[in-house]
């Protein structure tokens, strides 16, 4: 059998169509359009909403230059219906690919139906699931070649050919003496296939047809879950087979026999073969796992010498031996072999080659380790069965995109008479060969938790579920006369509660909603328990298990229909009922789940795929390395830090290798994003990794990963194709103060590939999803599902391998920056100052402009005035105008920062002279730890911040209530004078010309200082003896 992947379209109704039959209503049917295939629907006669349910099926082929990826969907009216002899047009939809899914992920989508043309006339909307499914297709069996009688004379001379050819020995079967293959050993196992190798064509076995496919491995699973639909079958992987990423290093001791060492000349490197090459598909996947294969354009070129030990042959030994690297003050082992026919490593190292120190001879030997003994200084108690020398500036440069280099067998010396053969490749390469992620590698100190790796945050859904009613509840508390009945509903570690309902005749009426956060692949239930509350607490009554894989998926605030579910007995093992209960669950794929907080969010896209909008550009980012960095721990009496980076943008995380030991690390890793809204923040953490040191033994799992530092960048301050190559001050706020942890050098790059107007038309678009617009969800609601789905992020990775930290997570996310810090409102207070500073120096420039203070000036606006009272056309293109030039006077600071991007500022912080008192009370957590004096203390200091924030506010609400008391006839002698001065205006007003007041007006308000009195204006003082509420408040 074979798979085949197909489109499905689910054509479920249409609503408000317009009628086209010349009798009020239409007989509309459905054409789609795919890939050269048309199909259609039945026709629904003479009606404006009809209802199809048909689907359509179709075959999915390669990419063309004739068929485009679109799917057309045209409604119109059947003819043959109605007094009218055309199919009239109702409407159309074009829809891309990439918004389609995979079956199970599906959704009813009501799209709305758009024009042929400028003049056509559409209203409208359909109904449609459209997914992908695949297909088994029945291969019928090769037909069998006709048998041809054979000849008895020539029978017995080809049965003496075939035992000739078995006598003759092959070359994998031709070993010394000591070597032979012991009887059981099971043969070599098949190279496993890379983690990002395609799948094949799945075929079946006629006699193993009935056996399941094997399920795909977890990181596939990972792989797969964001990546585009694949429109060509998939083809083999024709790459190398990945190394064991298991490695053990220790130290080379001992005396290592003399080894001759080859001439320059006689040095044979491998040389590259020639692979196939696989087709691939034109379409990217959405997201990868793997590291990008970049040209690493924006990061320095590091050269290492690379290893690849593979296996050998004819080693005088049964047991299993290790292979000894040394290059310059690097020396390394390997794992023991795996007995197979051969010994068998396959292991890739990597050395370093820009240091100052770097030797020119490489050394590679094999020694027996004893058994039983381990790894460790196996060499210095193991026998030495042979070595090789290679000199080190023969040894060939390779750079990608050139093919990987053979391995070749080569003859060790120096191990007596049977000595034996290796194959291994040595070349020099740089970080972009895709042999590096994998590597042993010297600034990693061999650490397998220290590789670089790429990670996906998990799928994540809103789950609303709305309880409406109960029946039947009550049966088995009758002695009750009436109940307090509430619902818990429980997902994971997410517990929520229905208000309680008094009852007597066991139906109980809720009608609420409660949301939950949910990951795929959805493997839990969501249980519901009714509870009773009495005296001794709450007693459970039914309990109802719901598995998520069954709950419907929506797009939009469409209704979704309620169903009945039956109770259960909690207390007994089989099924009795205990009432029902109507629950309307759905999983809300039009929000987006925030796990960010929102003015640094880095993806604002809904879950459900299908609304997503086509990318707007790249963005790269090349992280080069850290200075001056300070030590965070101290092993062996010395100071050290083992730092690494992560990254995080959208739903995919990065996290670099971790150089140990080292004040100075340079990573020089390339890593690349899809940007679909500029309005993003890209974010950067550097840490100290526990686990890189291994003298700490069992102590290293307990301890955290130490933060050093934080680096945002907005992709809206990037312009397109501009390499910002910058250093960061890693500045970290502790109890104790602000403390610079050293230096980091990124470079990043934005490219643009969506059209310059539709680039510009994001702007117009509002940054949340149209569910979060038409259903909006509560401020303390969002911060509470905010942290629930940090806490699911952060168990995910953390199963990850490497595993990635909770702590390293929990930062990433800011997921503890909502704590109360008293440093925190005085800078909100200066950002509000700062914000109003242009409105207040507007009110001084009015001022002194009134005061004559540059009478030059006040000439100037009497000119002015003048001007915008007769020419009032003027006014609204004249303050345009100065808005303009004031942009244009301000970008000049632009110009000047355009090398530097925004950072932390630690001066708008109000983190350089903060109070030692105010970090310890920010960094105490809840609830608080310190002792009930300082509490105290602190509760009194709060109680006077909030002393004045209430005059001020009670300020405010006077000012208010004073306006109001202008015409509610609070002091009747101010509201008669009010209501009757306003009178007077008004006749004026429709006496005098407007032109002629506002004039006089103007000049009244600029009158020269002699003219004016240095009391308080009549106006004022009315306004200020208003009454207002504040006498009444007690």
């Not at 990608?400 to 003859?411: E, G, H, K, N």
């Not at 890593?671 to 033994?697: K, N």
């Not at 030692?916 to 006077?944: C, H, I, N, Q």
């Amino acid at each position: 059998m074979a798979w085949n992947q197909k489109l499905v379209v689910e054509v479920v109704d249409a609503r408000n169509l317009l009628p086209k039959d010349g009798q009020g209503t239409s007989s509309p049917y459905v054409v789609i359009d795919f890939y050269g295939q048309r199909k259609r629907t039945q026709t629904a006669p003479r009606d404006l909403n009809p209802t199809w349910n048909e689907t359509l099926d179709f075959n999915v082929g390669k990419p063309s230059n004739v068929f485009d990826d679109m799917l057309e969907l045209d409604v119109y009216h059947d003819r043959t219906y109605g007094p009218t002899r055309r199919s009239n047009f109702l409407g159309r939809i074009r829809l891309s690919c990439t918004q389609f899914v995979r079956k199970g992920e599906e959704a009813l989508i009501y799209y709305t139906l758009e024009k042929k043309h400028l003049f056509s006339w559409v209203q409208g909307e359909i109904g449609l699931r459209i997914y992908y499914q695949d297909d088994v297709l029945n291969v019928p069996p090769p037909p069998q070649p006709p048998q041809v009688a054979a000849d008895p004379a020539a029978e017995p001379a080809k049965e003496e050919d075939k035992k000739e050819e078995e006598s003759l020995p092959t070359p994998a079967e031709e070993k010394p003496p000591g070597s032979e293959e012991k009887p059981g050993e099971e043969p070599p196992p098949d190279p496993p296939a890379p983690d990002n190798a395609p799948a094949p064509i799945k075929t079946e076995d006629p006699d193993n047809s009935a056996a399941d496919p094997p399920p795909p491995p977890p990181e596939l699973e990972a792989e797969t879950e964001e990546d585009d639909i694949v429109m060509e079958p998939p083809t083999p992987n024709w790459g190398p087979t990945p190394g064991d990423d298991h490695l053990m290093a220790s130290e080379v001791t001992g005396s290592v026999p003399e080894v001759k060492v080859a001439a320059a000349g006689t040095i044979n490197g491998p040389h590259p073969i020639a692979r196939p090459l696989s087709p691939t598909s034109t379409l990217e996947p959405q997201e990868s796992i793997s590291i990008e294969r970049s040209s690493f354009d924006l990061v320095e070129k590091m050269h290492y010498v690379f290893v690849r030990v593979v296996k050998a042959r004819y080693l005088p030994t049964n047991g299993n031996p290790i292979v000894g690297i040394a290059v310059s003050a690097s020396r390394i082992e390997s794992k023991p072999a795996r007995k197979t026919a051969f010994f068998e490593w396959d292991q890739t190292f990597a050395f370093g080659r820009d240091a100052p120190d770097s030797s020119s001879i490489l050394e590679i030997s094999v020694w027996d380790s004893p058994p039983g003994g381990g790894s460790e200084d196996a060499a210095a108690r193991g026998k030495f069965l042979g070595g090789i020398c290679f000199d080190v500036t023969e040894i060939p440069l390779r750079d990608p995109p050139d093919s990987p280099l053979a391995p070749q067998w080569y003859r060790l010396e120096g191990g007596g008479a049977h000595s034996g053969d290796l194959m291994l490749a040595t070349w020099v390469g740089t970080q972009a060969d895709e042999s590096f992620p994998d590597a042993w590698k010297t600034d990693t100190a061999g650490n397998t938790n220290s590789r670089a790796k790429v990670y996906l945050s998990p799928k994540l859904w809103y789950l609303r579920a709305t309880v409406l009613e109960a029946q039947d509840v009550l049966h088995s508390t009758a002695p009750l006369k009436e109940a307090s009945l509430h619902l818990r509903a429980q997902l994971g570690f997410q517990v929520h509660k229905t208000k309680s309902v008094l009852t007597r005749n066991g139906t109980p009426l809720w009608n609420e909603d409660l949301l939950f956060v949910a990951a795929e692949p959805f493997a839990d239930h969501l249980v519901f328990t009714l509870e009773a509350r009495q005296h001794k607490g709450p007693s459970p009554i039914a309990v109802l298990r719901i598995p998520l894989t069954a709950i419907e998926r929506r797009v939009d605030d469409r209704q979704v229909a309620a169903r009945w579910f039956n109770f259960e007995d909690p207390n007994s093992e089989k099924a009795r009922y205990k009432g029902r209960v109507q629950l309307r669950l759905c999983f809300d794929g039009g929000y987006h789940v925030m796990d960010e907080a929102a003015h640094v969010c880095s993806d604002y896209r809904p879950t459900a795929r299908q609304l997503w909008k086509p990318p707007i550009g790249t963005v790269e980012l090349g992280i080069i390395g850290c200075r001056n960095l300070l030590p965070m721990k101290a092993i062996d009496g010395k100071g050290c830090t083992d730092a690494y980076c992560v990254a995080k943008y959208g739903p995919k995380w990065i996290r670099t290798r971790t150089v140990s030991d080292s004040l100075d690390p340079r990573w020089n890793e390339q890593y690349t994003w899809r940007v679909f809204d500029p309005s993003t923040v890209l974010t950067m953490g550097i840490f100290d990794s526990s686990g890189a040191s291994e003298s700490e033994g069992e102590k290293s799992a307990t301890r955290p990963d130490l933060r050093m530092g934080k680096v945002r960048i907005r992709i809206s301050s990037l312009e397109t194709g501009k390499v910002y190559r910058n250093s960061y001050p890693l500045i970290v706020l502790t109890n104790n103060g602000v403390k610079k942890m050293g230096e980091i050098e990124v470079a990043v790059r934005f490219i643009r590939s969506a059209p310059t107007l539709d680039f510009l038309h994001v702007y117009t678009q509002p940054l949340l999803p149209l569910m979060h617009h038409v259903k909006p969800l509560g401020v303390v609601q969002q911060e509470v599902l905010r942290s629930t789905a940090v806490k699911i992020i952060a168990v995910h990775l953390s199963r990850s391998e490497p595993p990635m930290r909770r702590e390293v997570v929990l930062h990433m996310l800011d997921a503890d920056t909502h704590a109360f810090s008293m440093r925190k409102v005085r800078a909100n207070w200066v950002r509000i100052i700062n914000v109003i500073a242009g409105v207040i120096d507007i009110v001084r420039w009015i001022d002194d402009t009134r005061v004559w203070k540059n009478p030059t000036a006040t000439v100037l606006v009497h000119a002015l005035l003048v001007l915008l009272v007769w020419f009032p056309d003027l006014i609204v293109p004249t303050l345009a105008f100065y808005v303009f030039a004031i942009g244009a006077w301000n970008y000049r600071f632009l110009r000047s920062s355009k090398a530097a991007l925004p950072h932390f500022d630690p001066k708008l912080s109000l983190a350089e002279a903060v109070d030692r008192e105010e970090l310890d009370e920010e960094f105490d957590g809840m609830p608080s730890g310190r002792s009930p004096e300082t509490v105290r203390a602190r509760y009194d200091k709060l109680r006077a911040v909030g002393a004045r924030v209430q005059t001020v506010l009670g300020d405010l609400a006077a000012q208010g209530e004073r306006v109001q008391a202008l015409v509610t006839w609070r002091d009747p002698r101010a509201t008669g004078i009010f209501v009757g001065l306003c009178f007077v205006v008004a006749m004026i007003l429709y006496l005098v010309p407007t032109k002629m007041v506002a004039m006089a007006s103007g000049f009244y308000c600029f009158r020269h200082p002699i003219f004016r009195d240095r009391m308080p204006s009549p106006a004022l003082n009315f306004f200020r003896r208003l009454p207002s509420l504040s006498d009444r408040l007690m």
